[in-house]
């Protein structure tokens, strides 16, 4: 589970922000909610010291520039005491400043105006990022006389060919005898989507979702044929849409 804080002292960018999250989290692998949002950096302090045993991740997504006594790298610091483990985007439309935000040990900056798909890139990013440092997540497969356990995380899609299903992984490739029927059971159901009957992709993998041409472009080049049957389970996931500039822009 993400928890996103939203801090911008113009009610009216946290509202635009709020509409650009709405669209984007249910496109996400993750679950996603919006725990705070608020014109007072002071509120997300407090937020940070009582919230600072969350197991979850929380991203703090905090204006640079604010009509206050407080920035949003000081509103940093101060969440850095408390959750030195959170995440945060700055949200701002001086570029002059990412720089020193970068030394505030930010996740990103996002500059303003910016569009939902930089956005959602950015969160996009966030989670990749936490699952690629988690522990191991287990997939216990047996080959012959030998059981193997595979991370899942590392796994960027399975295919099969007639009873033979083969991972192919960052590291390598393994094959082992099973049915996708009886194997995608035992996947992470927020990572593993069937995208034929003979293949399922890794959504932390996903480039672009060409819904016209029934193609899924993977990280690193991949291409892969989805189904016509099963092309709807893919919707809304087209992360790196080009968009013109100025279009969808918060303004």
């Not at 440092?133 to 216990?140: A, C, E, I, K, T």
């Amino acid at each position: 589970m993400l928890h996103l804080i939203l801090c911008d002292d113009n009610p009216r960018h946290n509202q635009t922000m709020t509409y650009h999250l709405e669209k984007i989290i249910p496109n996400l692998p993750t679950a996603c909610t919006i725990d705070l949002t608020t014109t007072d950096p002071r509120q997300v302090i407090a937020h940070a010291a009582a919230y600072h045993h969350q197991e979850d991740h929380t991203i703090y997504l905090l204006d640079l520039e604010m009509e206050t006594d407080l920035s949003g790298l000081d509103v940093c610091a101060a969440i850095r005491e408390h959750q030195p483990k959170a995440y945060v985007i700055y949200v701002s439309a001086y570029a002059e400043y990412a720089m020193e935000c970068c030394r505030s040990h930010a996740f990103d900056f996002i500059l303003k105006p910016y569009t939902t798909q930089r956005l959602e890139n950015a969160l996009r990013d966030v989670i990749l990022h936490i699952e690629r440092n988690r522990s191991v997540y287990p997939l216990n497969i047996t080959a012959g006389t030998v059981t193997q356990m595979l991370d899942q995380k590392e796994i960027r899609y399975l295919q099969m060919e007639r009873e033979y299903v083969t991972a192919h992984m960052n590291g390598g490739v393994f094959t082992w005898r099973e049915s996708m029927t009886h194997l995608m059971p035992r996947l992470n159901p927020d990572w593993f989507v069937r995208i034929h009957k003979s293949c399922a992709i890794n959504r932390l993998y996903i480039q672009q979702v060409d819904q016209k041409g029934r193609e899924v472009t993977l990280k690193g080049g991949t291409v892969l044929s989805i189904s016509r049957r099963l092309i709807g389970q893919l919707n809304g996931l087209e992360a790196p849409v080009l968009q013109t500039e100025g279009s969808d822009l918060n303004q």
